[in-house]
């Protein structure tokens, strides 16, 4: 059983930043990718970010030259450093955990609680 713990959300107006952390439980975070996810009010859950657990990280579209996913394995901790925020960027942000040591073709078996992320104009 893993527990994903997110804090750092909150309020910041456009073109401010935000970092988003991701605390899991366990003894096994190395071995890995984690990602975040992110969804707004009346639309699904998107897609945001990954990192192996080599650090090798993906990034939506959206998220690319804003974004930046990073993880701390000593800490068993993974980041989403957010800049440049948009309006758009409103959501609640999700940590997850995937099954596998990259994040594509494994799936996703553990989810966070989430983390509200709101960007004022």
């Known amino acids: 059983q893993v527990q994903l713990v997110e804090s750092g959300g909150g309020l910041v107006q456009a073109g401010g930043s935000l970092r988003l952390s991701c605390a899991a439980s366990g003894r096994t975070f190395s071995s890995y990718a984690m990602g975040w996810f992110r969804q707004a009010p009346g639309k699904e859950r998107e897609f945001v970010a990954a990192?192996?657990?080599?650090?090798?990280?993906y990034l939506a579209d959206s998220a690319k030259g804003r974004f930046t996913i990073s993880r701390d394995n000593a800490k068993s901790t993974v980041y989403l450093q957010m800049n440049s925020l948009k309006p758009e960027d409103t959501a609640v942000y999700y940590c997850?955990?995937?099954?596998?040591?990259?994040?594509?073709?494994?799936?996703?078996?553990?989810w966070g609680q989430g983390t509200q992320v709101t960007v004022s104009s």
């Open positions: 997850a955990k995937y099954r596998g040591f990259i994040p594509t073709g494994t799936g996703i078996d553990y």
């Open positions: 990192i192996s657990g080599g650090g090798n990280t």
